[in-house]
């Protein structure tokens, strides 16, 4: 069964950096995306990033262009996305979320627990 587990949450003053995890495995074979979102309190949820697995193409909100990066390590059985978050600000705090899907642009089937990001200072 997929399973997909996050880390790299933490409190970080405004201004600083965290970098994601989010390790998938059981995931199926002709899978092709992984993404992160963030849910905020009293928030919708919203998309953040998305890596595609077959050409690499990347995808970025535009409340995060510039500041963070995802990128993605394979291996046989497991797929690694990381989400490199620089210059926090307050309004990224949320519960960071990452999702599997067939494509950035369609429905997620997968999603992991959760890891929470709280910029304060």
């Known amino acids: 069964q997929v399973q997909l587990v996050e880390s790299g949450g933490a409190l970080v003053q405004p201004g600083g950096s965290l970098r994601l995890s989010c390790v998938a495995s059981?995931?199926?074979?002709?899978?092709?995306?992984i993404g992160w979102f963030r849910q905020a309190p009293g928030k919708e949820r919203e998309d953040v990033s998305c890596?595609?697995?077959?050409?690499?193409?990347?995808?970025?909100a535009d409340s995060v262009k510039g500041r963070f990066t995802i990128s993605r390590d394979s291996a046989k059985d497991k797929d690694t996305v990381y989400l490199q978050m620089n210059s926090l600000k307050p309004e990224d705090a949320a519960v960071y979320y990452c999702?599997?899907?067939?494509?950035?642009?369609?429905?997620?089937?997968?999603w992991g627990q959760g890891t929470q990001v709280t910029v304060s200072s």
């Open positions: 999702a599997l899907s067939y494509g950035c642009s369609v429905p997620y089937d997968w």
């Open positions: 059981g995931f199926p074979w002709d899978y092709n995306a």
């Open positions: 890596i595609s697995k077959s050409d690499g193409s990347t995808y970025y």
